[in-house]
């Protein structure tokens, strides 16, 4: 009995460890032919006749965008369909775990507003300041505060000190994930965490005069 005990805690702790890491390779092939799903299986002919071969990649994404949706439905905890801003996804993924610099927009340190103004740029088509305070002032933004209205692409901002009252800015993903910087660094967090929460002070969403330009 102490043996078996003693195995599943073994087991929980090896998933404890591995759910804390991106996922490095799908193990879901797209989109199979009948031959490479025969030769796989090993089986005859006659007993695919009764098999339904499922093409779950009605848009002809190439690999590195369907390992890239992968990867963030299973970071942010939604279904693979809801991740459909490839070049959002895109965009973040390559600066995920840069060391946080203040004022600072490289590989060897990043600020969060910094980034996001070049992700706004870039992904968004949309100019905004570098600071989060100008972020939040900017004509661009439509400025809110509820939570419960938060939609992917949404800047969030922070409050860390009473003379700045906008101290730093997030970008929302989905299912209260944002992509922020802290003393570990540019990652996605948690929203819920209190470290947030007790900081939190509005939010700002691209603005439809903006869009039009």
């Known amino acids: 009995m102490k043996q078996i005990v003693l195995s599943i ?3 929980m702790s090896c998933i404890g460890c591995s759910s804390k890491k991106y ?21 005859e002919e006659k007993a695919l006749k009764n098999k339904t071969v499922v093409n779950d990649n009605s848009e002809n994404l190439s690999d590195a965008i369907l390992s890239l949706k992968e990867k963030y439905s ?3 905890a939604v279904m693979p369909n809801k991740i459909t801003n490839y070049k959002l996804y895109s965009y973040i ?5 840069t060391p946080y610099k203040e004022k600072s927009f490289s590989k ?19 100019t905004l300041p570098k600071d989060p305070a100008g972020m939040w002032k900017s004509k661009s933004i439509q400025v ?35 992509l922020a910087c802290t003393d570990k660094g540019l990652a996605i967090y948690n929203f819920n965490d ?20």
């Open 9 to 11: 805690l073994i087991v």
């Open 23 to 43: 996922i490095s390779q799908i193990p879901f092939k797209y989109d199979f032919s009948l031959a490479l799903l025969k030769k796989q299986s090993e089986m």
């Open 74 to 76: 299973i970071v942010l």
């Open 93 to 97: 993924d390559p600066w995920i775990n």
């Open 108 to 126: 060897n340190g990043i600020d969060c507003s910094y980034f996001l103004q070049s992700l706004y740029s870039d992904v968004y088509k949309v």
């Open 144 to 178: 809110f505060t509820g939570r419960s209205f938060l939609a992917e692409g949404d800047l969030v901002f922070f409050r860390y000190d009473k003379d700045h009252p906008i101290s730093d800015v997030g970008l929302y993903l989905h299912n209260d994930r944002i």
């Open 194 to 213: 209190e470290y947030f929460q007790l900081r939190y002070i509005g939010a700002g969403r691209i603005n439809e005069d903006a869009k039009k330009k």
